[in-house]
């Protein structure tokens, strides 16, 4: 949306005097928009001359002029009609000091008037001449300026006029050193008044502004506007900043951010110190606390608006300085606050202390919380010694402190220390804190620590009230039981029976409390032990036992050595020794141990049988046993985990068998109540029965039925018989082809196995013919062709009758041959010899073209394609290789030849790039937008020619792409434009610059009290006219726009001195510090001889020429009287001299004593005395 700009003449430039005429102004006027400047160009005079004349009257000269196009105003008045002097004639309001134009064109006419008298002040111009010109328009102040016409025409005259801004200097408080000042205020008191819409920050920047988040605050310094105010010779701890956001609801809101800010050195140029912030985004409106203020010291305010949205970065706002009337309380016990002796039912207290300034530093170590920002009071008990001490947060103010307090007696009766802690307190739900304390002593002081917990309100306003109560005496009623034998003591008494009893207790303090005691001693405790199950066996687990007490107090606790906590243990090891504690409801305990006795263990027998044949399932194993505590149970398995099952034995010695097993290891595990044990035990099996080949032999030739198998048996058990696939019945047959043979063999128990045997024919004898050679070029008969085989080969048949593996010279077609191995076996084969299917070919491609016009730096490449493993290029003009490198504009050709022989040929023409052309425009040097100028800029506007894109330079070293070279002084500048390919070219550019305002007031200096000081501030630039100055401190210097000044520093002093060019708004800042070496120059002689001999004849004082005056010289005889007295004069010359007389006569020699009061440049007055020895 458009922000529309309202009513920014609410701002006065002299705020104490006017505030009240401008919240009457501005709360009265909002509908009604008023600017924050106002331009004015007035005629202040002009003549005119010319050399035309009427028929019949004498000339009558006129002029006219033009502002701004607004149209021509005569002048100067004839009767009635035309205008007189002073005329206002040009006026126009602006916003913002950055919507005032630079400059307005004014034109100027002189001319013979020669009016219709029948039409009333007509205007009829002849000889008529006209000038035209440009003028600034000043951001404030103004100026007087003549436009007038050459001379020698037929009319000739000029015009006088001012231009003036009476708008605000510095922007409306844009600039901290251009801060709206609040005024000044002390103790109590309020400046502005917030719910009145007063200000807006319409006009406000951020340029050369600090910004808070640099100082750890979570907002930005967009657009802030600046004000100050200064406190007075006393000012409260709690200062609060007050912004509303559009308090009367003129539509206009902003979402306020605020900063407080103090200097160094008390000016806006030195270094800022972030005092206070504060911004919420959710609330408009804003309060920032400025603790800790230095009274008689300016501090600045900056308002700002968030721009996280932007209708919420501009507005308009009411505004208040406020003094909370808080008191900061001390931060040591040494300096602590007291409130005094508390009377009886009675309190002390003070209100709107704060801890704003307070440290940790020295505090002693409080056991309820960790200190951070501590302030100490004192207070004396009532006799009592009862008093309750209520701290709380001052919720009047927006600056409560959350409350936390301890109380301490000092060991040593004083500040020092050491202290000890009598109680403390902290509400965690709340802001308040309250301590009740008894027993004080009404003689001692007390020390009070008041600090803020670790939160946002741990710095803060608080009230503290101490009120005496009561004298509170305590009782305390106590129930006490004790076990058999044990006893209490009570204050001196002792107690072991049970009963009623009462005691009086004296403290050292001298407080007393009474001691009511019911005591109940119990009976004494007995453990019963009872075994309820013996364990299975030395080491068994399942024993339990159980325990039961008497007498104590019941509920009873049971706890076993092993960690059972019942009354009943289980799973007790027999042979282990155990112990129980039982303990009753009042902590009384027993305990008593035992041996868990145990059972003795079973014998246990396990048999395994043997099988018939190899891989049989049908073993069994047979187990019994005997002893122990039947029934036994039994678990079996076999060793590779493939077979396991279990059982119960139900009686001693009974045997129980496991059938249909193989062989193998079992591991059988046998067990009762009381024992367990794993015995081993094999079933057995023959060998597996086997055949192995003892003698065979494969077909001689692929096909062939004469081979043979010979075997021999194992295993199992003798004799053996065969039933072979083919019939066969012994372990040998004959006159075999290639194939598969099975038999089946089987033993003396009929247990059988299968086994198979192979015969293989030999390989099939094959030939393969390949190309070895291939026809080189089309048409060509170098063709060669052979014939592998995979056996060893005999003799060759080829169809061309050929005999050898490898037939050469053959033209491409088809060709057969047979080969015979050295078996006697043939093989048949044929096969192709083949020529290129295509030519050889040659192409030449422009890689890289020229890059610059008259480069010799252009690549070409041939490309072959065809027939061939490789190439060979032959260029013209001669270069080696496929690329031709470093080509210029020309014609090229290249012959290329394969490895076979194969040529081909190709031809290329190349040329130069057109040579590059720059169009560059210049923007020079300007101070209108703030700076010192160095905002010059180049623009290449077009580069024609070259290759783009392109490149920019002003060195010849850095290129950027961009076309805008910004940041540029004034002068003559090379500008060089490179293309993609590296070309360059490069054209001259001229910017027009700004005067150099620049001066050196020197290096820091010391001086000594009495010393002046002559500061120059004359720039380099030659044309020293339409300069101004600004000296601050300005009180130091009366002449603020001369360019030397002169002063008597009497303390450090930082000066700061602006030199603005009217013209350009450019300008120059330079600053020296003055440090005051503060050395008091008086000197006064001990001895001096009156007799006129020209010698020491007088006594005075001497001093520098830091001593102002010397306000007041006694010299006293050593009976006290008066011999000579002088007041108010300068030490130098002839002035206040003694010359030994009194009342006109001369005295004798002796001592006398002087008393001078001297006082320095700085306002410093020293007291001087001494003797002073009169000899003649």
Known sequence: ??????????????????????????????????????????????????????????????????????????????????????????????????????????????????????????????????????????????????????????????????????????????????????????????????????????????????????????????????????????????????????????????????????????????????????????????????????????????????????????????????????????????????????????????????????????????????????????????????????????????????????????????????????????????????????????????????????NQFSRGIFDIRVTGLPDDTPVFDQTVVLCAGESIQVGTSTYDQTGMYSDLITLPNGCDSIVNTDLTVLPPLLIDLTIDQQANGMGGTDGQATASATGGQTPFAFEWSDGQTTGTATGLVGGDNYCVTVTDAEGCQDDTCFVMPFIVNFVPTVNGDSLSCNGDTDGTIEISAFAGQPPYSFMWEKDDLSLNGNGNIPNENEVVTINFLPAGTYHVSISDNIFDTTLTVEIWEPEALNLVLVNKQDPGCFGDSDGFLVVSPSGGTPPYSYNWSNMGTTDSLPNLSAGLYSVTLSDANNCPAAFSFTLDDPPLFTATVFEQKPVSCIGDADGIIAVNTNGTPASFLWSTLDTTA??????????????????????????????????????????????????????????????????????????????????????????????????????????????????????????????????????????????????YSIDGNTYSPNPLIPDLTGGTYTLFVQDSRGCESSTTVTLEGVPNLSFDLGDDMEVVLGDSVTLDATPSFTDLNGLTYQWEPAALFPCQNCAVNGFYPTNNTSVTVTVMDETSNCRFTDDITILVNKIRRVYIPNIFSPNDDGINDYFAIYGGTDVEIVTTLKIFDRYGGLVFEAQNFIPEGNAARWDGRAKGEELNPGVFVYFAEVRFRDGETAIYRGDVTLIK
């Open 806 to 951: 490898v037939v050469q010279n053959l033209p491409a077609g088809a060709y057969s041959v047979t080969v015979t191995n050295t078996d006697g076996c043939t093989a048949t084969a044929s096969g192709q010899i083949s020529e290129p299917a295509t030519p050889v070919t040659v192409q030449i491609n422009e890689i890289l073209g020229v890059s610059c016009a008259g480069q010799s730096d252009g690549m070409l490449e041939a490309v072959a394609t065809g027939p061939g493993n490789s190439f060979t290029y032959a260029w013209s003009p001669p270069n080696a290789g496929s690329t031709f490198d470093g080509a210029g504009a020309g014609t090229y050709s290249v012959t290329v030849t394969n490895d076979l022989g194969c040529t081909a040929e190709a031809a290329i023409s190349i040329t130069d790039p057109a040579p590059m052309n720059i169009t560059a425009s210049a923007t020079g040097e300007s101070c209108a937008d703030g700076s010192n100028g160095g905002n010059g800029s180049i623009f290449v506007e077009n580069v024609t020619g070259g290759t783009s894109p392109y490149v």
């Open 1 to 454: 949306m458009t922000k529309i700009r309202k009513n920014k003449n609410c701002y006065m430039s002299n705020f104490k005097t006017q505030f009240t005429i401008l919240l009457i102004m501005c709360t009265a006027s909002w509908t009604t928009l008023y600017a924050q400047f106002e331009v004015l160009i007035t005629i202040t005079g002009g003549t005119a001359t010319t050399t035309c004349g009427d028929v019949f009257s004498p000339p009558d000269p006129q002029f006219s002029v033009n502002i701004g196009n607004t149209g021509w105003v005569t002048y100067p008045p004839d009767g009635s009609c035309y205008t007189d002097f002073p005329n206002t004639q040009w006026q126009q309001s602006f916003n913002c000091l950055s919507d005032v134009p630079p400059n307005i064109e004014i034109c100027f006419r002189a001319f013979e008037n020669d009016p219709n008298p029948f039409v009333p002040c007509d205007v009829n111009e002849s000889c008529l001449e006209e000038i035209c010109g440009t003028f600034p328009l000043p951001p404030f102040g103004g100026g007087n300026f003549t436009l007038a016409l050459p001379a020698g025409g037929a009319s000739e005259g000029e015009v006088q006029f001012a231009i003036t801004n009476q708008g605000f200097p510095g922007g409306i408080n844009d600039m901290i050193c251009a801060a709206l000042d609040l005024g000044s205020f002390g103790l109590f008191d309020t400046l502005g008044f917030a719910d009145l819409s007063v200000f807006s920050n319409y006009c406000g920047t951020n340029t050369g502004e600090p910004n808070p988040s640099d100082d750890g605050a979570n907002w930005n310094n967009d657009g802030g506007t600046w004000y100050s105010f200064t406190t007075g010779n006393i000012v409260g701890s709690a200062v609060g900043v007050l912004a509303n956001s559009d308090p009367q609801n003129t539509g206009d809101p902003v979402n306020l951010q605020l900063a407080i800010y103090a200097s160094d050195n008390g000016s806006c140029g030195g270094n800022l110190t972030l005092v206070g912030e504060s911004y919420t985004p959710a609330d408009f409106d804003e309060i920032a606390l400025a603790p800790c203020l230095q009274p008689n010291t300016t501090y600045w305010v900056m308002v700002d608006g968030s721009s996280d949205t932007p209708d919420e970065q501009y507005g308009v706002f009411g505004m208040e300085i406020i003094d909370y009337h808080s008191t900061e309380a001390p931060d040591l016990p040494c300096g602590a606050l007291s409130l005094g002796a508390v009377p009886d039912n009675d309190f002390v207290q003070d209100t709107m202390l704060s801890n704003f300034c307070a440290t940790a530093v020295g505090d002693p170590v409080v056991s309820g919380f960790g200190t951070q920002s501590s302030v100490w009071f004192t207070f004396t008990p009532p006799a009592t010694g009862h008093v309750q001490i209520d701290a709380r947060g001052n919720m009047s103010t927006p600056f409560p402190l959350d409350m936390q307090m301890a109380v301490f007696e000092s060991a040593s009766g004083n500040c020092f220390g050491p202290f000890v802690q009598v109680s403390d307190g902290v509400d965690p739900a709340g802001m308040d804190a309250s301590i009740e304390l008894s027993c004080l002593d009404p003689n001692k002081t007390y020390y009070i620590m008041i600090d803020g917990t670790a």
